[in-house]
Nanobody, 117 residues
């Protein structure tokens, strides 16, 4: 079992920046077996979508809409993942969810990001 606790998020103007953090906790076995960690988002009326993820060895994947603006980073020793979001746009407004994958998939509770025009 893996527990994910998110922090960060909030209200920012267009062009601003925010930093999301996620800490994973659980048994040593579970922590060791986390492969990919990442961030998804869900806007009202839309499906949840991948924002960015990163594997244990540092391979990253980004949604086309955030490339060049968002950066994901991971600390395997601390079991944390962060998402630095720059040049935010109103279309980035959504609830952002931390995600971790072992043989199972785990989700955080979500954190609201609102970008005002």
């Amino acid at each position: 079992q893996v527990r994910l606790v998110e922090s960060g998020g909030g209200l920012v103007q267009t062009g601003g920046s925010l930093r999301l953090s996620c800490a994973a906790s659980g048994s040593i076995y579970s922590m060791y077996n986390i492969n990919t960690m990442g961030w998804y988002r869900q806007a009202p009326g839309k499906q949840r979508e991948l924002v960015a993820d990163i594997t244990k060895v540092g391979t990253t994947d980004y949604a086309d809409s955030v490339k060049g603006r968002f950066t994901i980073a991971r600390d395997n020793a601390k079991n944390t993942v962060v998402l630095q979001m720059n040049n935010l746009k109103p279309e980035d407004t959504a609830v952002y969810y931390c995600n971790a994958r072992t043989a199972n998939t785990y989700w955080g509770q979500g954190t609201q990001v609102t970008v005002s025009a």
